[in-house]
Antibody, heavy 119, light 110 residues
Framework: QVQLVQSGAEVKKPGASVKVSCKIS????????IHWVRRAPGQGLEWMGW????????NFVQKFQGRVTATRDTSTTTAYMEVSGLRSADTAVYYC????????????WGQGTPVTVSS | QSALTQPASVSGSPGQSITISCNGT?????????VSWYQQHPGKAPKLIIF???NRPSGISYRFSGSKSGNTASLSISGLQAEDEADYYC??????????FGTGTKVTVL
């Protein structure tokens, strides 16, 4: 059974960084892409980008480039996303989700990690 | 990166059918058969209900169906039930190996 288990809620001050983890089990880790999606309060889902679990290559939308770093550790089958220079607009629930490489279907999701940015 | 356009809300009575549209461009919805739909209840993670325009994952009710015409994808829910009340999102693959979500639709069961 495929499972994605994320790290717990975080509260950060503006300008700080946050690193969210996503532990994956139940399938061959390197056969998948891991996507990162967020939902801010009162807003819809926003696709941020993906990391190729095999090669480590990433592709994030332009608004996050330079501020978001996505990595993975194949030995622990865990994906990570770090957001730096946090601002109040980054307050959201962050989700990781999996895609069989190049299937273009994002199927399994983590439970979400609430991140609150407040002074 | 502009989102796909969905109606903000759709409502129906139990047993009725509703349809949610998802308008994109030739660079996303119209250019690829890689449109998925998700159902999201409050406080829960999104759940995949349709992939590749019209395919249902195992365990998803036949009451959910998807289609596409040109740059517009659609999700239909037949025999509306109270448990269908949720937010629904489309997502499409987009050129440049990126993805884009729709604006989301709140479904209310009257």
């Amino acid at each position: 059974q495929v499972q994605l288990v994320q790290s717990g809620a975080e509260v950060k001050k503006p300008g700080a960084s946050v690193k969210v983890s996503c532990k994956i089990s139940g399938y061959t880790f390197t056969d998948y892409f891991i996507h990162w999606v967020r939902r801010a309060p009162g807003q819809g889902l926003e696709w941020m980008g993906w990391v190729n679990s095999n090669s480590g290559a990433t592709n994030f939308v332009q608004k996050f480039q330079g501020r978001v770093t996505a990595t993975r550790d194949t030995s622990t089958t865990t994906a990570y996303m770090e957001v730096s220079g946090l601002r109040s607009a980054d307050t959201a629930v962050y989700y990781c989700a999996s895609e069989v490489a190049n299937s273009r279907t994002i199927d399994y999701w983590g439970q979400g990690t609430p991140v609150t940015v407040s002074s | 990166q502009s989102a796909l356009t969905q109606p903000a809300s759709v409502s129906g009575s139990p047993g009725q059918s509703i349809t949610i549209s998802c308008n994109g461009t030739s660079s996303d919805v119209g250019g690829y058969n890689s449109v998925s739909w998700y159902q999201q209840h409050p406080g829960k993670a999104p759940k995949l209900i349709i992939f590749d325009v019209s395919n249902r994952p195992s365990g998803i009710s036949y009451r959910f169906s998807g289609s596409k015409s040109g740059n517009t994808a659609s999700l239909s829910i037949s025999g509306l039930q109270a448990e269908d009340e949720a937010d629904y999102y489309c997502i499409s693959y987009r050129s440049g190996s990126t993805y884009v979500f729709g604006t989301g639709t709140k479904v209310t069961v009257l």
